[in-house]
């Protein structure tokens, strides 16, 4: 049976000396990997663990959270991947929505698990992942060190649930998409076709494991191809370059922003990345400026741009590297295993042009939102697409474009605003790093259009400049009449705007 445990104990006896895990020093095979989990399931089950049983992991990028992952879901539990970024009310607002009875803390948390564990009665079992021992934690290296390396005995189906992983909540309240090890396979399989993976690749992990792009689109697919993962704990520019030459690294996932950060190392050109074969971002779009400068500076057109969402599994549509530059901006054209459409409010499908919502329908959607069936029911129709919320149009070739979220509209003398698109335009002027575009309260006009801008480095962005720019590619009620510079800008840890911030200030 095709499991994510079984996928990891299959390559243990196919390339039990391959390299599978790199950390830092520590190097692991696959052989030494499968029984490293192997041994945590069984002292994860012997301590109550049991077959559907939830385990969240708060840590950062590191060894120990790949082995818990894959032990997790060896002894048939749900794995809980957290937001390292969290504050305590939000991380013990996940913990107790999950019913998580295990939680396996990185040494960085220690304290925040000190502050709410006494309000967790559920959670009866915490876990140091790494560090110096700790008094009051179990310690993961003992776990493995006393543990069974055999197999765990327990039934492991291809439609038992593998994960529960919560949206980035930008607009609300996180939920619970939760999955199983099937909707897992199905993106792997699309990825590995998309990306070209292979078992002599090295896959480079900068951004944040928790994330389902990255545990996904390349953890999960690497592992199912054999391919080594290089781990770093968190995206240093010039500790990810030293990395990418050092280990010869295939492929890297990203942000946009993290490839303007890696472009801004003053001695980039002295690094060896010969090695690259593909290079991934997510989370928004590449400007063609952006994506012009990156193929230059890192010598290949290989990019690939990703555009979905956690409950997608997370599939959607993607723009392929003929693609990037004639249709820089658009989400692209539907991944493997996955439809993709526009509809209007009475769900009739539009055509070119035609502004409505994106709806998905993959192998890789998640099942249910954890304990709301409201929300379920509100996301899922009975034919399986999935309700995006968000705002999208295609063009003549059937590329979709996102436009916007629904509830993020700017309504302007009675004419729609669509921020996204006032957020491309902005995006191309030479000073602008990045923006945002909110609506704001108009006496007059009920929504003015705010811009929030972040000017590049030693360049100044000034309001009058940027007004006349968007005056020759905007209608007037489009453009910016409220302005704010700002140092940055409120983003999730996986490059997602969250302008509900914004519209706070």
């Not at 020093?25 to 029984?35: F, G, V």
């Not at 997510?282 to 952006?290: F, L, V």
């Not at 209007?344 to 993959?362: A, I, Q």
């Not at 979220?405 to 003398?413: D, I, L």
Request: charged share 25%; with cysteine; proline share 6%.
């Amino acid at each position: 049976m095709i499991t994510t445990g079984e996928i990891l104990a299959r390559n243990a006896r196919k390339y039990p000396e391959r390299e599978a895990l790199v950390y830092g020093d520590r190097r692991y095979t696959y052989a030494e990997l499968d029984r490293a989990a192997n041994c945590l399931a069984s002292s994860l089950m012997a301590r109550g663990l049991e077959k559907g049983g939830k385990v969240a992991v708060l840590s950062m990028n590191s060894d120990a959270f790949v082995i818990a992952y894959f032990a997790v879901m060896k002894a048939g539990g749900l794995v809980v991947p957290l937001n390292h970024r969290l504050a305590p009310p939000e991380a013990f607002y996940l913990l107790d929505n999950s019913d998580a009875t295990f939680c396996v803390v990185g040494e960085d948390f220690l304290d925040l698990a000190r502050e709410i564990r006494d309000r967790l009665p559920a959670l009866r079992h915490w876990i140091q992942a790494d560090g110096d021992r700790a008094d009051g934690f179990d310690y993961l290296p003992d776990l493995i060190a006393e543990g069974d390396p055999a197999q765990p005995k327990v039934e492991v189906g291809l439609f038992d649930e593998s994960a529960i992983i919560y949206t980035a909540g930008t607009a609300g309240q996180p939920k619970g998409a939760v999955f199983n090890h099937y909707s897992h396979l199905a993106i792997a399989t699309a990825m590995v076709s998309e990306l070209g993976m292979r078992e002599t690749d090295r896959i480079l992990h900068a951004a944040p494991l928790y994330d389902a792009a990255v545990l996904h689109l390349f953890l999960w697919p690497g592992v199912f191809v054999g391919a080594a993962h290089v781990v770093v704990r968190s995206f240093v520019p010039e500790q990810v370059l030293q990395v990418m030459q050092d280990e010869k690294v295939t492929h890297f996932f990203g942000t946009p922003s993290m490839y303007l950060m890696l472009m801004q190392v003053p001695d980039f050109a002295s690094y060896d990345l010969g090695s690259l074969r593909f290079l991934a971002y997510g989370a928004s779009p590449m400007k063609r400026a952006d994506i012009l400068r990156a193929r230059e500076m890192f010598g290949t057109d290989r990019f690939f741009g990703f555009c979905g969402l956690t409950e997608g599994g997370p599939g959607g549509v993607r723009l392929r590297p003929e693609d990037q530059v004639e249709k820089a901006g658009s989400g692209g054209l539907p991944v493997l295993n996955c439809e993709s459409r526009v509809v209007d409010d009475e769900g009739r499908e539009l055509g070119p042009g035609e502004v409505g919502e994106w709806m998905v329908r993959c192998e890789s959607n998640m099942l249910y939102y954890y304990r709301n069936p409201e929300a379920t029911a509100e996301a899922l129709t009975e034919d399986g697409w999935l309700h995006t919320d968000d705002l999208a149009v295609l063009d003549e070739d059937g590329f979709v474009t996102l436009v916007e979220r629904k509830t993020e509209v700017v309504v302007v003398e009675g004419e729609r605003v669509f921020p996204r698109e006032v957020e491309m335009v902005l995006l191309e002027h030479p000073t602008v790093l990045d923006a945002a575009v909110v609506g704001v309260p108009h006496e007059l006009h009920g929504e003015a259009v705010k811009a929030f801008i972040v000017p590049m480095p030693g360049k100044e962005a000034a309001a009058d400049e940027l007004t006349a720019f968007c005056r020759d590619r905007l209608a007037d009620f489009k453009i910016p009449t409220v302005w704010e510079f700002t140092e940055k800008l409120p983003r999730n840890p996986s490059g997602k705007l969250q302008k509900y911030m914004l519209r706070d200030l």
